[in-house]
């Protein structure tokens, strides 16, 4: 069998590439990065308290009962409470709302009255208050009223 000079030439790039590939491999130049056992137990922990945290938090009260609650909170105080056809209009934007389903409204009185009711509602339901407009001794104070529309 004759060998040419070429494959001779070819058979020695071989060795010589696999012989320098082997000591860069062995020589510790080509590293692999395990996974720090120790930070992933830290992160696992983390999510975990999240979710218990979150898991404790109160279930959001239904919509029709937030209504109803803020009705007669406001009632009470001889506050008006009306609902608004634009969300934009209670000067709330949807990045406000942390969870839940808003419903707005404006609630309308005597300034004092509807401090007293913004008051002792956000007591009782959740909920978010936006833009106010005053006109003399009366004022208008918009909210997101924030609850579930399914039973929990």
Same mark, same amino acid.
């Given at each position: ?40 137990? #830290? &992160?696992?922990?983390?999510? =975990?308290?999240?979710?218990? /945290? ?6 959001? %009260?239904? *919509? ?42 404006? #609630? &309308?009185?005597?300034?004092? =009255?509807?401090?007293?009711? /913004? ?6 339901? %959740?909920? *978010? ?24």
């Amino acid at each position: 069998m004759k060998l040419s000079n070429s494959r001779l030439k070819s058979i020695g790039a071989i060795v010589i590439s696999s012989l320098l590939a082997g000591f860069y491999v062995t020589s510790g130049h080509a590293t692999r990065d395990y996974p720090d056992i120790e930070n992933l137990k #830290l &992160q696992i922990s983390l999510i =975990n308290s999240e979710i218990e /945290a979150v898991s404790l938090k109160e279930d959001l %009260p239904l *919509l029709s009962d937030t209504w109803s609650s803020i009705r007669v909170i406001a009632n009470s105080h001889d506050v008006k409470v009306t609902p608004l056809k634009d969300a934009k209009d209670a000067g709330i934007t949807e990045h406000d709302i942390p969870g839940g389903t808003p419903w707005y409204g404006v #609630l &309308q009185g005597n300034t004092k =009255n509807v401090a007293m009711a /913004a008051i002792e509602i956000q007591k009782v339901v %959740p909920i *978010l208050y936006g833009a106010a407009a005053l006109d003399n001794a009366v004022i208008g104070l918009s909210f997101a009223a924030l609850g579930s529309e399914k039973e929990n």
